[in-house]
């Protein structure tokens, strides 16, 4: 099993920075696709990026392409999402999550998650 630990969400105004981060403990980190995903009030569960093991592809949802950059530190087993250009339509918990296999979009595809951090973009 891998622990997962997100933190960095905060209140920003829209157009600023936030970087997330994601702790993992437990099992090998590098052996884990990662992936972030959202979700906001009302809402369902959106993706927002996912990576493979050794930064070798990375995956982003449309509406976050060109603004966020998902990297990944094996060696201090973290993983971040740089979040520029944040807009209102970004307010959300924040989650990110470990899966056992190929980079995947689909929230069921991984296996775990963490508590979630809030990101709240005021306008």
């Known amino acids: 099993q891998v622990q997962l630990v997100e933190s960095g969400g905060a209140l920003v105004q829209a157009g600023g920075s936030l970087r997330l981060s994601c702790e993992a403990s437990g099992r090998t980190f590098s052996r884990y696709t990662m992936g972030w995903f959202r979700q906001a009030p009302g809402k369902e569960r959106e993706f927002v990026a996912a990576l493979t093991r050794r930064n070798a592809i990375t995956y982003y949802a449309d509406s976050v392409k060109g603004r966020f950059t998902m990297s990944r530190d094996n060696v201090k087993n973290t993983m971040y999402l740089q979040m520029n250009s944040l807009k209102p339509d970004d307010t959300a918990v924040y989650y990110c999550?470990?899966?056992?296999?190929?980079?995947?979009?689909?929230?069921?595809?991984?296996?775990?998650w963490g508590q979630g951090t809030q990101v709240t973009v005021s306008s």
């Open positions: 999550a470990a899966r056992d296999g190929l980079i995947s979009g689909k929230g069921d595809d991984y296996e775990y």
